[in-house]
């Protein structure tokens, strides 16, 4: 299995601000993923992390207000931008290992 | 068109019932097939994945795939209260996650 560092677990943050999450995996890994997952729903797919060139954002999501960055193949952040009560959510970070995927602990961000 | 879709719950079943959960998919060309558990407030986590046609078990779950008519389902044989989650069918390794399904085992 793959142990995985998330940080922050929580945060409450001001509308306006940014805040960044980290990624940290205890071996090295292709590619990383971050999510997004609203009260209630289920995990929404922002952007895969990939090594040495930008990162692949899906539908629905850009680079401005999720810029991402993977510096390294254990390690990677996510920027939530100029937030709004809408971007209020849990986050969480994964990676493939084999056939399976593992999941960080997740970070719940509140915007007030 | 949403690329995975999951039956509608909530789910409720009585204690050793076999619980069934469902979910299709768009891509044809999906090769990967998994499903994960999510407790309230918890990170999801892998139950079973799935490759080939056919089924495959795994204690008291079994998955089950059909890549001609797209879809894999997940049984729960001798549903246990410990089992009250959301599931969630992911497709591929990039996981594109359904919309869950919430179960609610009954004692």
């Known amino acids: 299995s793959a142990v995985i560092s998330q940080k922050p677990s929580r945060d409450i943050c001001q509308r306006g601000t940014s805040l960044t999450i980290q990624c940290q995996v205890d071996s090295q890994v292709t590619m990383m993923f971050w999510y997004r997952q609203q009260p209630g729903q289920s995990l929404t797919l922002i952007a895969t992390a990939n090594q040495g060139s930008e990162a692949t954002y899906e539908s629905g999501f850009v680079i401005d207000k999720f810029p991402i960055s993977r510096p390294n193949l254990t390690f990677s952040t996510l920027t939530v931008s100029n937030m709004s009560p809408e971007d209020s959510s849990i986050y969480l970070c994964?990676?493939?290992?084999?056939?399976?995927?593992?999941f960080g602990q997740g970070t719940r961000l509140t915007v007030v | 068109q949403k690329e995975v879709e999951q039956n509608s719950g909530p789910l409720s079943v009585p204690e050793g019932a076999i619980a069934s959960l469902n979910c299709t998919y768009s891509?044809?060309?999906?090769?990967?097939f998994f499903w994960y558990r999510q407790y309230s407030g918890k990170s999801p986590e892998l139950i079973m994945f799935i490759y080939s046609n056919g089924d495959k078990e795994d204690g008291r779950f079994t998955a089950q795939l059909n890549k001609a008519s797209q879809y894999v389902s997940l049984l729960i044989r001798d549903s246990q209260p410990s089992d009250s989650a959301t599931y969630l069918c992911a497709v591929n390794f990039d996981m594109r996650f359904g919309a869950g399904t919430r179960l609610t085992v009954k004692p």
């Open positions: 891509d044809r060309g999906s090769q990967s």
């Open positions: 994964s990676v493939g290992r084999g056939t399976e995927a593992f």
